[in-house]
């Protein structure tokens, strides 16, 4: 790949510095470091980046002021804390489940995002790798089983759900597991689709040199493809996560006060405490914190990964 | 003779395929480890597909909490529940509001998205740091945004002390333009995401060609650089057109259950029927119309994105690329799905 890009770009570098840097021999710019490529006047440059981020950053500071401030100032609607307090993030532990709703949250999400990449992974493999009938009939299906809505199958997942109850006497609405199962299944589509086009790109010689030396298709995916796609399989693997941490439509319907997701109990803290005398807007933007930070950790940490992982090459 | 009878199959006619010693089978036939299919495979037929029949079936019942567990033995109604759901549900009212909220709000988001786009192409001091901001409305869940977004549109919130007004927003007819702004608020950085990429192909002998020619920067962009645009853009706009519809937890945290008329739209009101109301039947038909004003945006993204690449005799240069154009669409449609 760096070859690819340095053979590509020298001469380009070369004629542009001729032209915006007339003294030329630096280092070579890589280009859209370049005047060329500048799109915009610098007034106009930093007005746009100033409005967009006050846009981003009004709400964003809101919740950050409104969880170090009293409850009774966030209800008058106070933007900047008069009275500084971490009461707060105290407070939210004991006035709602939320301890559990992350524990549940985290148990769920994370065991749907290990087994959606490595079943994703593998389907991806037979998919990508060997030609069978029905191929193309599986992959038009991961794309259209990911359009579905989630509204349109709840009802049927719960009724499906509770006839199986009925019948086995196994009990699935209203468990981790219940939860659990259906968000890997929802997961899957997409985790799928990400590793078919991640395995497309890896090239193929390795594998078809481990099968001269004798491996077998199992031994080539666990020993060159799997360590070969990690780029692809964190990425599947997180938006599964995100997929379980963010759904409110089912869990508000599977759980029950003991397997809330933290995204039910934050709704039941919001909801709940409205009809007293004051409302908790205080906790309420604590707890919002304490919700939003994993997925903002994870997408830190990862976010080259996933920036690529959505765009990867779109257009060219 | 014999042998030159038998030889001739190892050989593809148009010559891509090399030639194989006799009796072997190629890479791509030869022991393939198809059981892999099978988890995955068997949990989206249970979890997916048979649930999906099993709604086309209950929109035919006259299903209630009652006959739920039989519900087999319910009465059978045939198309009673999709004549409710037209004539006399707010069904017809929810697919306006749901419709005009998805254009409205695309049609938003999409030259915020280019600005942000074209602001951060060209390096600069802490244009890392712009870039992560930029997604922090996108990376936040979305019944995170709604619970706070609920926080400041109270009667004596934060938005109306700083604007001085009495709106309430909550509620009435103005509750539909504080969703509009919410969803505006949290879906733009996607068309952004998109934008970028489209960016990026800009060749650099084309920006050099522009300004050789001295073109200003506004005639740069209308001329040069929004063409480049058009093809990830109108992908961006199928797909958050299809979400914005889809959407279920924003106007869910955001108002409450019931909602505001003026905002109820067609997820929330399918929740409604099924789980408040307990009319599943109802319900499923309801789904089931929904469904049917979902297809057509889903019609022109299958149709869009290219399903087989040829990868068994060796993609070629064209086909990488085309390959490598699909990558960005059904990515980019599920982080939308995991959110809504």
């Not at chain 1, 086009?197 to 493809?225: C, H, N, W």
């Not at chain 1, 807007?281 to 604590?286: C, K, N, R, S, V």
């Not at chain 2, 650099?204 to 073109?215: F, K, Q, T, W």
Request: proline share 6%; glycine share 8%.
């Amino acid at each position: 790949m760096s070859g690819y890009s340095t053979t590509r770009t020298r001469p380009t570098a070369t004629l542009t510095e001729s032209i915006t840097a007339p003294g030329g021999g630096r280092r070579p710019k890589r280009p859209y470091d370049t005047d060329v490529t500048r799109l915009l006047p610098r007034w106009l440059l930093v007005t746009v980046i100033a409005v967009i981020v006050a846009f981003i950053a009004v709400p964003v500071l809101y919740i950050v002021f409104g969880s170090v401030n009293s409850d009774v100032a966030v209800a008058r609607g106070e933007y900047f804390p008069s009275e500084f307090t971490l009461a707060n993030y105290a407070d939210i532990w004991s006035t709602v489940a939320l301890g559990q709703g992350l524990v549940n949250s985290i148990l769920t999400a994370g065991a749907v995002a290990v087994c959606s990449a490595a079943l994703a992974v593998s389907t991806a493999y037979v998919l990508v790798r060997f030609r069978f009938l029905g191929r193309l009939t599986f992959l038009r299906g991961l794309l259209a089983l990911q359009s579905i809505p989630g509204t349109l199958l709840l009802l049927p997942v719960f009724v499906v759900f509770a006839n199986i109850a009925s019948a086995t006497g196994v009990q699935i609405i209203g468990t981790r597991w219940g939860l659990f199962v259906t968000y890997l299944t929802f997961a899957l589509p997409f985790s799928t689709w990400v590793m078919v086009t991640y395995l497309r790109g890896l090239p193929k010689e390795l594998e078809e040199a481990a099968r001269i030396d004798g491996a077998s298709s199992t031994g080539i995916l666990m020993k060159i493809v799997l360590p070969l796609s990690w780029p692809g399989i964190v990425v599947s693997a997180i938006f599964a996560f995100l997929l379980g941490w963010n759904d409110v439509l089912f869990s508000t319907i599977m759980t029950t006060p003991n397997t809330r997701t933290v995204a039910v109990v934050l709704q039941v803290l919001g909801t709940t405490q409205e009809g007293g005398a004051v409302p908790i807007y205080g906790q309420m933007m604590a707890a919002s914190i304490v919700c939003a930070l994993p997925v903002v950790a994870l997408y830190l940490v990862f976010q080259r990964y996933l920036v690529g992982g959505l765009t990867a090459g779109s257009v060219k | 003779m014999t042998t030159t009878q038998t030889k001739p199959s190892t050989r593809r006619p148009d010559g891509h395929q090399p030639v194989r010693p006799h009796g072997t089978t190629p890479l791509y036939k030869r022991e393939r480890p198809l059981w892999m299919l099978l988890p995955g495979g068997l949990l989206m037929l249970a979890i997916i597909v048979v649930p999906l029949l099993v709604g086309f079936f209950i929109a035919m019942l006259d299903l209630d909490q009652y006959t739920l567990r039989q519900w087999f033995s319910a009465p059978f109604v045939g198309f009673a529940n999709f004549t409710e759901a037209v004539t006399n549900s707010p069904l017809l009212h929810s697919i306006w509001i749901s419709v005009s909220l998805a254009v409205l709000v695309t049609a938003v988001t999409v030259p915020i998205g280019v600005a942000a786009a074209i602001s951060t192409q060209n390096r600069f001091r802490g244009r890392g740091l712009v870039r992560s901001v930029y997604l922090i409305p996108y990376v936040l869940p979305a019944f995170v945004v709604g619970t706070f977004f609920r926080t400041m549109l109270q009667p004596q919130g934060v938005v109306n002390s700083v604007l001085h007004t009495d709106v309430l927003w909550l509620n009435g007819s103005a509750s539909y333009w504080a969703l509009a702004g919410v969803m505006v608020w949290t879906s733009w950085p996607f068309v952004y995401l998109l934008s970028l990429a489209g960016l990026q192909a800009v060749d650099l002998e084309v920006h050099e060609a522009a300004s050789l020619d001295g073109a200003t920067w506004w005639i740069k962009l209308r001329d040069v650089v929004f063409p480049y645009l058009r093809g990830p853009l109108s992908l961006a706009v199928i797909i958050a057109i299809l979400h914005n519809i889809n959407n279920f937890t924003l106007p869910f945290v955001l108002f409450g259950i019931p909602l505001p008329s003026s905002v109820e739209v067609m997820p929330v009101l399918t929740y409604i029927a099924s789980f408040q109301s307990f009319r599943f039947g109802l319900s499923a038909a309801m789904a089931i119309c929904s469904l049917v004003i979902v297809a057509i945006p889903l019609f022109v993204y299958l149709r869009a994105v290219q399903l087989d690449t040829g990868d068994d005799a060796g993609p070629n240069r064209k086909q990488r690329r085309a390959d490598r154009a699909v990558l960005a669409a059904p990515a980019a449609a599920d982080v939308e799905g995991a959110r809504a």
